[in-house]
């Protein structure tokens, strides 16, 4: 689907142009987006826009790294939005000149039908151009990243406080979920941040010099979003290392007590082997008080052993 908006020289809004109309018309500029555009239409990238082909290329395959490309009398953009439900990355381009601005995505982007719909009310005109487009959009793409941090971040506050008394087990398989999707936030907001810092020490965008303040507010954004990612994902190591310390000790602990438990043992059972032999010549065999006293025996090495490793400190 194509969808247009023109600017005329009297600042009117004018929808649904046809494309070629708008290349060969004398508008102040315009905006096409090609939103899940259909092969048909992406040919029109080629003709009548006449872009590059290497950015026509960018654009058909999916997923490129966040970047920018200066052309002749244009710049193109790769950036990347996110799936909330689903924390996907999903490419955005854009064709930014002084005189128009198009948006190229394979799937629906709720940021740019934002934009698409204030803009189309036609309220201040004037103060829209192809570069304030760019801005809001890009803009809102970051301002959807932060519920996404946030959210990960109540994950690793409810993993860390373990408020319902879930298994360690349980703890542990969403910690790698949440680092996994912190790694996946990591590989959008990084490059993101890259290109923002490109744009704002630009020299070339001149359209958008008078708006530089704007998109480094936007660079300070991804700043803090980077910041925020990196010390939840050193959260969730020192999550990690200190559920794996607890089972350790744990571990441990049982060990201690299987041990000293099976010591104890150990001389009761040779006694009980001792006598247990068949043996026909062994004279505590015909004790007539033999069995109680080799009971009390047991009773009196074990109760001597407890108390010894009880003061030994095993028991703490």
């Not at 992406?42 to 997923?63: K, N, Q, S």
């Not at 966040?66 to 939005?81: E, N, R």
């Not at 680092?179 to 070339?204: A, K």
């Amino acid at each position: 689907m194509i969808r247009t908006i023109a600017i005329n020289q009297n600042y009117e809004l004018i929808k649904d142009v046809e494309v070629s109309k708008l290349v060969k018309g004398e508008f102040r500029w315009y905006w096409i987006d090609f939103q899940e555009p259909s092969e048909e239409e992406t040919d029109m990238l080629r003709e009548p826009l006449d872009f590059h082909p290497l950015a026509i290329e960018d654009c058909i395959h999916t997923l490129q790294r966040p970047k920018l490309d200066y052309y002749d009398d244009y710049a193109f953009f790769v950036t990347q939005s996110l799936n909330p439900q689903t924390i996907t990355r999903e490419e955005v381009d854009f064709f930014l000149s002084k005189h128009y601005i198009i948006t190229f995505h394979h799937r629906p982007c709720s940021e740019i039908d934002e934009v698409w719909n204030r803009f189309s009310l036609g309220k201040a005109v004037k103060k829209w151009d192809p570069s304030h487009v760019l801005y809001n959009v890009l803009d809102k793409m970051v301002d959807n990243y932060f519920p996404l941090v946030y959210q990960i971040e109540d994950t690793l506050n409810e993993i860390d406080e373990n408020s319902k008394g879930r298994s360690m087990e349980a703890l542990l398989e969403d910690l790698f979920d949440a680092r996994h999707d912190l790694l996946s936030l990591r590989h959008t907001i990084t490059p993101m941040r890259d290109l923002l810092y490109r744009i704002i020490n630009s020299q070339r965008l001149t359209s958008i010099q008078g708006r530089i303040a704007y998109f480094s507010d936007i660079y300070d954004h991804l700043l803090k979003l980077s910041e925020m990612i990196e010390a939840n994902r050193e959260l969730t190591t020192d999550i990690r290392d200190s559920y794996i310390s607890i089972n350790s000790h744990q571990t441990n602990h049982v060990m201690k007590v299987l041990t000293v438990i099976t010591t104890i043992f150990m001389p009761i059972t040779f006694i009980a082997g001792l006598y247990g032999m068949n043996f026909h010549y062994m004279p505590e065999l015909t004790l007539k008080y033999g069995y109680f006293g080799a009971l009390f025996l047991m009773a009196l090495i074990s109760l001597g052993m407890y108390l010894w490793f009880k003061k030994k400190g095993w028991f703490r």
